[in-house]
């Protein structure tokens, strides 16, 4: 089946640091990426939706210039969690499609922020 | 806001016992869903999909049953194993905003 990888699937850092996730996807070439958070014990949350060479459209309540969004190729899009503290901690997953393809998600990244 | 719910948040069944996982919709223009499989610390694991044109698609161990009329879907595992707990979420194609999800505990 298709494959999404996301790296690193865990990451700590210090509290003002900025961190960023890559989600690839490894045989098919994905238009449309998405990205999610989770907290425990909860569903996932829809934070934005990325098309590849476009801005990504953000849900509401969630901070674009605190969650950059970036979707250059069509492999490869980025989350990078700007001036990252505790409260951002998280799990974090991408999820890839295309118009052949349903979404398909990566393992995730446990974010921890000290 | 969401357009896929789940009736139960969590659903309990002796090993070997068959399994039902309801979900309902609220966009009659639907017309592509998906069953995903959460297991703990893991991202969401497709399982099957169903196409408006169909009522019914089976896999392995798995069915998957659409209603358009009162707009609702489940999923059917048969023979239910320990492997099978995990946290199950309906999705639809166009509107990837997932509903609280039903976990499934497997009683060995």
């Known amino acids: 089946g298709a494959v999404v990888s996301q790296h690193p699937s865990w990451v700590i850092c210090k509290s003002g640091t900025s961190v960023k996730i890559e989600c690839r996807s490894l045989?098919?070439?994905?238009?449309?990426m998405f990205w999610y958070r989770q907290f425990p014990k909860q569903s996932l949350m829809l934070m934005a939706t990325s098309n590849e060479g476009s801005k990504a459209t953000y849900e509401q309540g969630v901070e674009k210039d605190k969650f950059l969004i970036n979707h250059a190729s069509l492999t490869l899009s980025t989350l990078t969690v700007t001036s990252a503290h505790p409260e951002d901690s998280s799990f974090y997953i991408c999820?890839?499609?295309?118009?052949?393809?349903?979404?398909?998600f990566g393992d995730g990244t446990r974010l921890s922020i000290l | 806001g969401e357009s896929v719910g789940l009736h139960l948040p969590t659903l309990s069944v002796q090993e070997g016992d068959n399994s039902i996982i309801n979900c309902a919709y609220s966009n009659s223009a639907s017309d592509y869903f998906i069953w995903y499989k959460q297991e703990s610390g893991k991202g969401p694991q497709f399982i099957i999909d169903?196409?408006?044109?169909?009522d019914k698609r089976q896999g392995q161990r798995v069915t998957v049953l659409l209603n358009k009329t009162v707009k609702h879907l489940s999923l059917q595992i048969a023979a239910t194993q320990p492997g099978d707990s995990a946290v199950y979420f309906c999705?639809?194609?166009?509107?990837?905003?997932f509903g609280a999800g039903t976990r499934l505990t497997v009683k060995p």
């Open positions: 045989d098919f070439q994905a238009t449309t």
């Open positions: 999820s890839a499609s295309n118009l052949n393809q349903p979404q398909h």
């Open positions: 169903i196409r408006s044109n169909m």
């Open positions: 999705a639809e194609r166009n509107d990837m905003r």
